[in-house]
Structure formats: structure tokens, C-alpha cells
Nanobody, 128 residues
Framework: QVQLVESGGGLVQAGGSLRLSCAAS????????MGWFRQAPGKEREFVAA????????YYADFVKGRFTISRDNAKNTVYLQMNSLKPEDTAVYYC?????????????????????WGQGTQVTVSS
């Protein structure tokens, strides 16, 4: 089992920045990839970014490229999501997720069902 706890959400004005953190505990040695997802009211959960735990390889949804950066600190078992140039449409609950499964194509990690472990989520609200 892997436990995930997100933090860092809040209220920010459009154009501002936030950094989300996701601290992992438990069987973290088995983690292959961690991802960030978000879910706005009335919408499906959508992929934001993913990172391979060992190699640090990253993958982003098109709508966040150039604005968001995913990174990890292996020593702290923590993944970060630096969000810059925030827009009102970025308002959502942000979740981090983890999986120990390695897929042949990194694009597979954009699907929520690929991740068995989830955090409780942190609210990000961007005002216009």
C-alpha cells in the first residue's frame, strides 16, 4: 500500500502561481510512476502530468505545457506540481496518484484507471 497526501492548494488570482506537493509513504519503493490529475465540478477527472519515479521522465497534458512543471524529490518521497500563469479554467480539485506498474508507452499513464493509489485532493481556485 502507498499513502499519498497532497498540500499546497489555495486561492490565487489569474496569472499567479502555486506549488502543490504530494508526500508518499508506505511501500514507496515499488512506485514506478506518479501523476497529477484534476477534477472540476461536473467534469470528469483529467490528466495533468506524470513523472517516472526513478528516471524523472515527464509527460504533460497539452493544456499545461509551458505553464506547469512536475518534479520529484526521491529523498523526501515527494512529487511537486509547480503551476504558473494560472487561469480561471485551472480551478479544480487536484489529485496525485501512484502506480507500481510499468507500461510500454508513457501515454498510458494519462488514464486514471492506471493508478491504484490516490490522495484525498487539494482545492485550487483561480479568480479572474
Amino acid at each position: 500500500q502507498v499513502q499519498l497526501v497532497e498540500s499546497g492548494g489555495g486561492l490565487v488570482q489569474a496569472g499567479g502561481s502555486l506549488r502543490l506537493s504530494c508526500a508518499a509513504s508506505g511501500r514507496t519503493f515499488s512506485t514506478n510512476t506518479m501523476g497529477w490529475f484534476r477534477q472540476a465540478p461536473g467534469k470528469e477527472r483529467e490528466f495533468v502530468a506524470a513523472i517516472r519515479w526513478s528516471a524523472g521522465t515527464t509527460y504533460y497534458a497539452d493544456f499545461v505545457k509551458g505553464r506547469f512543471t512536475i518534479s520529484r524529490d526521491n529523498a523526501k518521497n515527494t512529487v511537486y506540481l509547480q503551476m504558473n500563469s494560472l487561469k480561471p479554467e485551472d480551478t479544480a480539485v487536484y489529485y496525485c496518484a501512484a502506480t507500481s506498474t510499468q507500461y510500454a508507452f508513457f501515454q498510458e499513464y494519462r488514464y486514471p484507471y492506471r493508478y491504484p493509489y490516490w490522495g484525498q485532493g487539494t482545492q485550487v481556485t483561480v479568480s479572474s
